[in-house]
Structure formats: structure tokens, C-alpha cells
């Protein structure tokens, strides 16, 4: 079983509509979780971070899911300018982050 | 506040040849990554590296690929006898304080071997 799981898509979505997806990690000892955004040939960008109470930046929110291990992202109103791939990211004491392979998101007109 | 630099950017080699990449991290950044990224596919971690040490290089192949980061000047991986396998999307991280902080990439190098 990989360490963090993304179902790599792609998601087609409407514009105006909400899209979510899940990450999924296998270490229960996690401790940090990261969504991180990248456009085709350019390097990733941090879109936030991810709290245990969950956190909302604008038309995104992240939630954390302890208990079943796993991550989210939701988009709300869609922009054709949030189609990217978005990486999930996760870290346990001890070790680095490790990344997703991805989550491939389009938002057509 | 200068993000975390690269260079260069695009990079062209014959196979053989020896290639050097270059990575300069945010300013009070002292913990770089590298991560290499093949067309089409996710990012593979590398090397991790603080001023002057070698933390983790479990990603890094066994033969021909190194990485330092001296008390000065940017962090370099190094390539030798380059192979086609190895073009790729090249990037470099940095983050402040420790394995678990966000991280911030570089622009990232392009190695074309030919």
C-alpha cells in the first residue's frame, strides 16, 4: 500500500460547480497534511495547509479525517483557472513529507 | 523576499556528459530537497539535505547521482555520465525548520539528454 493514496483522476467539472476528493495515508502517526497545487510543467505551489479542525481559505476548505485517515480538498464555484493537478502532502515524526502522485482536476466552461 | 532559485533552467546534455543543477533556498531556509519528475508522472523525492550534511538519500539512485549543500553557496546535484533516463523535471525545495514544514519549490531545472 502506498503511503499517500489520490485517485489521480481526471475530475471534469463544470464551471461554477464544487469538486472534492480525498488523499488517503497509511501512517496513523501522521502529524502534518498539505495540499499543494501544480500547472503543467511548473513546480508545486503550497495551497494550504491542513488543520485538525479543518480550515477554509476562500472557495477552498481542507478537512482532516484522523480516524479513517484521509485528507480533502473541496472547491466551491469553480474557475476555469483552478484546473491543475493538486497534490496531497503528509508527514510523520521522523521522516519527510511525502507527496501524492496527484489528483488531475478540470473545469471546462 | 526571493523564493527558493534554480538554475539552470533548462539544461541540454549529450549522454556521457557530467550535469550540474544548482539550488539557492529561500533566505533562513537551511533544509533543501530535491525531487526529480518524469513526463507525466508524480514527483519522486530524492535527497534531503541541511547546511553541510546529508539527512536522507533514500531516493537517490546508487551510481552517478550526488547532492551537497555546503556552508556556502546553493546546493548542487550532480549527474555524471548522464543517461537518456535521466531527462526530467529536476526541483528543488527549502523549508525553515525541519522535515515536516511546508515546503517552497524552485522553478525547477529541465534536463534534456540527447
Known amino acids: 500500500r502506498k503511503e499517500v493514496e489520490q485517485d489521480p483522476g481526471p475530475f471534469n467539472v463544470p464551471e461554477g460547480a464544487t469538486v472534492a476528493f480525498n488523499c488517503t495515508y497509511s501512517?496513523?502517526?501522521?502529524?502534518?497534511f498539505f495540499w499543494y497545487r501544480q500547472d503543467c510543467r511548473k513546480e508545486p505551489k503550497l495551497l494550504m495547509s491542513v488543520y485538525s479542525s479543518g480550515n477554509e481559505d476562500g472557495r477552498f476548505t481542507a478537512q482532516l479525517n484522523r480516524a479513517s485517515q484521509y485528507i480533502s480538498l473541496l472547491i466551491r464555484d469553480s474557475k476555469l483557472s483552478d484546473s491543475a493537478t493538486y497534490l496531497c502532502?503528509?508527514?510523520?515524526?521522523?521522516?519527510?513529507?511525502?507527496f501524492g502522485g496527484g489528483t488531475r482536476v478540470l473545469v471546462k466552461p | 523576499n526571493a523564493g527558493v532559485m534554480q538554475n539552470p533552467r533548462h539544461l541540454v546534455r549529450r549522454r556521457g556528459q557530467e550535469a550540474r543543477l544548482r539550488c539557492s533556498p529561500m533566505?533562513?531556509?537551511?533544509?533543501v530537497y530535491w525531487y526529480r519528475q518524469l513526463p507525466e508522472e508524480g514527483l519522486k523525492f530524492m535527497v534531503y539535505l541541511q547546511k553541510e550534511n546529508i539527512i536522507d538519500e533514500s531516493g537517490m539512485p546508487k551510481e552517478r547521482f550526488s547532492a551537497e549543500f555546503p556552508k556556502e553557496g546553493p546546493s548542487i546535484l550532480r549527474i555524471q555520465q548522464v543517461v537518456r533516463g535521466d531527462s526530467a523535471a529536476y526541483f528543488c525545495a527549502s523549508s525553515p525548520r525541519g522535515a515536516l514544514d511546508e515546503q517552497y519549490f524552485g522553478p525547477g531545472t529541465r534536463l534534456t539528454v540527447t
Open positions: 502532502v503528509v508527514g510523520a515524526a521522523g521522516n519527510k513529507l511525502t
Open positions: 501512517n496513523s502517526a501522521s502529524q502534518s
Open positions: 533566505k533562513g531556509h537551511s533544509h
